[in-house]
């Protein structure tokens, strides 16, 4: 008899003595990633920026920024190698419950229109087109646009 086995997925702080681990897998996610610096300076009381590892090896990350009642999803990753299995809903969820847990009321985030996945993972979760930021982000086309999407909270 075979029994499966359940691996050992865990979401923890991402510190800022970590920021430099994170980098391989920023790297390989997007055409144009953030530099360490840029990265490291989403530190600070107002970052929400979280780790996901899978068996102890990171795979994935997030940082959210809280502004009073208003939490903006800035960056999610899962390494390549290991997209498309549920990683990244799972680190989207736990973005979602961090927010729950601060009383937000309004979510925000800015993604390429061109990032069909990610769009229907935010879209999945209930998040809607709000506007677009046209030539937002670089693009081997040159620029392109970004949408603004938006999801709300409601609490009894
Ligand atoms: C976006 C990202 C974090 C999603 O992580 P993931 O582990 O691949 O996603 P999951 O396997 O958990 O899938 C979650 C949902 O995403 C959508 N999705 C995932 N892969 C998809 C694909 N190839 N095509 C269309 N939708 C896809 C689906 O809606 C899926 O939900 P479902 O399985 O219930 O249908 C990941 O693709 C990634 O790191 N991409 C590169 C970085 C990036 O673009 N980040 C977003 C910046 S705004």
Redesign the pocket.
């Known amino acids: 008899m075979t029994s499966a086995v359940k691996k050992t997925i865990e979401i923890t702080p991402l510190l800022l003595e970590e920021v430099d681990l994170i980098m391989p ?1 920023e790297n390989s ?2 055409a144009y990633p953030s530099s360490l610096k840029n990265l490291s300076s989403s530190f600070s009381k107002r970052y929400y920026n979280f780790k996901m590892t899978l068996e102890g090896k990171l795979i ?1 990350f ?1 940082m959210a920024e809280l502004v009073l009642d208003e939490m903006t ?1 800035h ?6 190698s ?11 969820e736990h973005f979602l419950d961090s927010a729950r847990a601060h009383k937000v009321v309004q979510l925000w ?4 229109e061109s ?10 979760s209930g998040f809607d087109v709000a506007g677009t930021r046209r030539d937002y982000y670089p693009s081997a086309k040159g620029r392109e646009d970004a949408l603004l999407m938006g999801s709300m909270l409601f609490y009894d």
């Open positions: 897998i996610c997007h994935g997030y999803l960056n999610i990753c899962v390494s390549p290991l997209q498309g299995k549920g990683y990244g809903k799972k680190l989207f985030l800015e993604v390429r990032n069909a996945p990610a769009i229907a993972l935010y879209q999945n």
